[in-house]
């Protein structure tokens, strides 16, 4: 049984930072790719970065890109993200890749699990 639990999520004001922590369990992780994702309201889920396990790649997407960090610490993927803006308010996910996936992908389809979300709100 695969569980995925993000933390870290709550009203922040922008320019301010956060952390978010997915912890694992039922995963073998070393065949998994983990990502975060993000869902604003009337949006389509979008990719806001990704790591390897094996290879230790990360990929973050352009809205986040010089401003987000994310790593992985035993059974728990952490995802920092520096001078918030209101953009991006949206419920934040967790997931983790089919285990065939050995590079970071960005399409929600290419992952196998996801948890409930954190909601993150930045205000101006």
């Known amino acids: 049984q695969v569980q995925l639990v993000e933390s870290g999520g709550g009203l922040v004001q922008a320019g301010s930072s956060l952390r978010l922590l997915c912890t694992a369990s039922g995963l073998t992780f070393n065949d998994h790719v983990m990502g975060w994702f993000r869902q604003a309201p009337g949006k389509e889920r979008e990719f806001v970065a990704g790591?390897?396990?094996?290879?230790?790649t990360t990929n973050y997407s352009a809205s986040v890109q010089g401003r987000s960090t994310i790593w992985r610490n035993k059974n728990s993927v952490s995802l920092n993200m520096h001078n918030l803006v209101p953009e991006d308010t949206a419920i934040y996910y967790c997931?983790?890749?089919?285990?065939?996936?050995?590079?970071?992908?960005?399409?929600?389809?290419?992952?196998?699990?996801w948890g409930q979300g954190t909601q993150v709100t930045v205000s101006s």
């Open positions: 997931a983790a890749s089919w285990s065939s996936r050995t590079d970071v992908r960005e399409r929600p389809s290419e992952y196998a699990y």
């Open positions: 790591l390897t396990w094996n290879g230790n």
